[in-house]
């Protein structure tokens, strides 16, 4: 018996009790008729405490700001394609999905300090892009802080039931490794992981010096400051790229893998990731009409046609 049934019989064996010292008192029909309205209205409200339970949703945010000199392969048209793709995939399993902005990172009071810092190492706009989505997500007012991901993310098993749960841990948790595809942090957690990246930007960038990002910012606090950054969970189940097969004697096209997909939360297609599927692997997912060197403008499109793929072939 669940927790849900076991409560509602304790709730009516009591009415039952009440009414059978009623019935003492009054032995007509009347009494029968009061126990059996209690009963409906038991169910009455297990039912929409049920319901409303079920509609609860977590939110997946991602950050999307466009670069004025143009970025990553992409065309405007490209770029958008690809994050309505991407809100389309994760409500499709159960999430209620949000796009942060620039204006999102700027309420953050730190914003000009940390964008100074950037600009000083010569940080690209792009990456300085993937730094303001850590200030946009500090300033989340969910108590429980929230999900982000890239807008190149797209789930496989990690459906919105699955989000709820993992969402009870508290502290820093990520699903990508150093790559922060795919994190949920509680609040304090966001705020405190973003003024270590903060605290460990350099004053200058001498010659020989690695690029300033925010993936090796949280890599290297992973190997140094683990502790302080409270991480509750750091794992590996994102795949990098497409779960399919190359083309063999059996199939002239790639044909997705149902066994590897089923083993992840989520798939990145990011722009190396597509690239070496198209050009190394030659598991990018057949678009009629697509020239080979579209494969990083035309992500959007062969995510829908993976994700199709992945319901209708892996989940039968």
Not at 17 to 25: H, K, M, Q, V
Not at 44 to 64: D, G, L, N, R, W
Request: charged share 30%; hydrophobic share 40%.
């Amino acid at each position: 018996m669940s927790v849900l049934q076991s409560n509602k019989a304790r709730r009516f064996l009591f009415l039952v009790g009440i009414f059978a010292i009623l019935a003492i008192l009054d032995p007509s029909r009347e009494v029968e008729r009061h126990l059996q309205t209690a009963a409906i209205d038991t169910d009455e409200q297990e039912s929409e405490t049920v319901t409303k339970s079920s509609a609860i949703k977590p939110i997946m945010a991602t950050f999307f700001e466009v670069v004025d000199e143009g970025c990553c392969g992409m065309t405007k048209e490209g770029h958008e394609n690809l994050l309505r793709a991407w809100e389309d995939s994760w409500q499709a399993v159960g999430w209620e999905t949000k796009i942060l902005t620039k204006e999102d990172a700027m309420k953050h009071p730190d914003f000009d300090l940390l964008d100074e810092k950037l600009k000083n190492v010569y940080v690209s706009p792009y990456n300085r892009r993937c730094m303001w989505r850590w200030l946009a997500m500090a300033m989340n007012e969910d108590e429980h802080g929230g999900w982000m991901s890239d807008y190149d993310l797209f789930p496989l098993t990690l459906t919105g039931e699955m989000g709820l749960k993992l969402a009870e841990e508290p502290g820093f948790k990520t699903w990508a490794g150093h790559v922060p595809a795919l994190i949920h942090s509680d609040r304090e957690s966001w705020d405190k992981v973003l003024h270590m990246m903060m605290d460990n930007i350099p004053e200058d960038r001498k010659a020989g010096m690695p690029m300033v990002t925010d993936m090796f910012l949280l890599q290297f606090l992973h190997e140094f400051h683990k502790k302080e950054m409270n991480v509750t969970e750091w794992r590996s189940k994102v795949l990098g790229g497409f779960p399919y097969a190359p083309p063999s004697e059996e199939h002239d096209e790639p044909v997705i893998n149902c066994k590897l997909a089923k083993m992840a939360f989520a798939a990145h297609l990011s722009h190396h990731d597509v690239e070496e599927a198209m050009e190394k692997w030659h598991k990018y997912p057949k678009i009629e009409g697509m020239k080979s060197w579209e494969h990083t403008e035309r992500r959007g499109e062969a995510a829908r046609v993976m994700m199709n793929d992945f319901r209708d072939k892996c989940l039968e």
